[in-house]
C-alpha cells in the first residue's frame, strides 16, 4: 500500500496483533530468505484470503487464474482442475516447467503475451478469452495492475474481474488482489458477500489486502 515506511511499520504491527496466529507462517516467509512463492506452493495473497480460499474448494473444483504463480501450485493441490493465463513469456515457461517437474497434470497454463501496444483495444484481446470456455467455481484476478500494462493504469484487472463476474458459477468465488487499488469493486452488490482480507501473506514485507467475493443468487 502506498503510505510512508514508519505508517507501514505501524500497520504491520496492528496487523499481526489482530491476528497472531499469522505470525508464524509469514516469519517463515519473509522474503529474506530468498525463497518464493512458487517455492511455497502458496498464493501471493494475504494469509486471510488464502484460508478462505482453501475451505471453499475440493477435489471437484474447477478453478481460472489471470496471472501464474505461487498460487497456480497451490490450486493444483486443492481442485480439480486448474486453467490459467500468462502473460510474459518467460514466467509462463518457468511455471509450465515447474508444473512438468512436479507432475501437476491437473494445471493448463496458458500463453497470451499482452505486450505495451494494446492500448483501446484490450478488451478484445486473446488474453481474456480462455475464461469465456467455461464456468468456474473459483476465479483468481491477479496479473496485471495499475503500476504495470504499459500505460493501461489499472483498467486491466476490473475488465477481468467483470468477465469473472460473468463466468462464475452459482456459489462460486471470486479473489481480487491488491483490492486497495479498486475501492469501486468493493461496494455492496445483491446476491455477494464481499470480504475484504486485510494482513499479511507470503514472500512481502508489510500489508496488502485480498478482497473474496462469493456469489449467493437468489
Known amino acids: 500500500m502506498h503510505t510512508s515506511y514508519p505508517r507501514k511499520a505501524l500497520d504491520l504491527a496492528a496487523a499481526l496483533l489482530r491476528a497472531p496466529f499469522d505470525i508464524p507462517p509469514y516469519l517463515r516467509t519473509l522474503p529474506c530468505w530468498g525463497r518464493q512463492p512458487t517455492d511455497y506452493e502458496l498464493p501471493w495473497l494475504t494469509f486471510a484470503?488464502?484460508?478462505?480460499?482453501?475451505?471453499?474448494?475440493?477435489?471437484?473444483?474447477?478453478?481460472?487464474?489471470?496471472?501464474?504463480?505461487?498460487?497456480?501450485?497451490?490450486?493444483?493441490?486443492?481442485?480439480?482442475?486448474?486453467?490459467?493465463?500468462?502473460?510474459?513469456?518467460?514466467w509462463h515457461a518457468t511455471v509450465t516447467e515447474l508444473a512438468r517437474q512436479r507432475h501437476y497434470n491437473n494445471l493448463t497454463c496458458l500463453l497470451e503475451p499482452m505486450g505495451n501496444g494494446v492500448g483501446a483495444d484490450y478488451a478484445d484481446h486473446s488474453f481474456f478469452r480462455p475464461i469465456l470456455q467455461?464456468?468456474?467455481?473459483?476465479?483468481?484476478?491477479?496479473?496485471?495492475?495499475?503500476?504495470?500494462?504499459?500505460?493501461?493504469?489499472?483498467?486491466?484487472?476490473?475488465?477481468?474481474?467483470?468477465?469473472?463476474?460473468r463466468q462464475l458459477?452459482?456459489?462460486?468465488?471470486?479473489?481480487?488482489?491488491?483490492?486497495?487499488?479498486?475501492?469501486?469493486?468493493?461496494?455492496?452488490?445483491?446476491?455477494?458477500?464481499?470480504?475484504?482480507?486485510?494482513?499479511?501473506?507470503?514472500?512481502?514485507?508489510?500489508?496488502?489486502?485480498?478482497?473474496?467475493?462469493?456469489?449467493?443468487?437468489?
Open 49 to 90: 484470503a488464502i484460508r478462505r480460499i482453501e475451505r471453499h474448494l475440493d477435489r471437484d473444483s474447477r478453478v481460472f487464474e489471470f496471472g501464474s504463480g505461487g498460487s497456480t501450485f497451490f490450486f493444483a493441490r486443492h481442485a480439480g482442475q486448474v486453467t490459467c493465463v500468462e502473460s510474459h513469456p518467460e
Open 169 to 218: 458459477k452459482p456459489g462460486g468465488m471470486i479473489v481480487l488482489d491488491d483490492s486497495w487499488l479498486y475501492p469501486e469493486l468493493l461496494r455492496p452488490r445483491v446476491g455477494w458477500q464481499i470480504e475484504d482480507c486485510v494482513g499479511v501473506g507470503p514472500c512481502r514485507y508489510g500489508v496488502s489486502s485480498t478482497a473474496v467475493f462469493r456469489w449467493h443468487p437468489g
Open 134 to 165: 467455461e464456468h468456474w467455481d473459483l476465479i483468481l484476478v491477479d496479473s496485471f495492475c495499475a503500476f504495470e500494462t504499459g500505460g493501461l493504469g489499472g483498467a486491466l484487472r476490473p475488465h477481468a474481474f467483470s468477465l469473472a463476474v
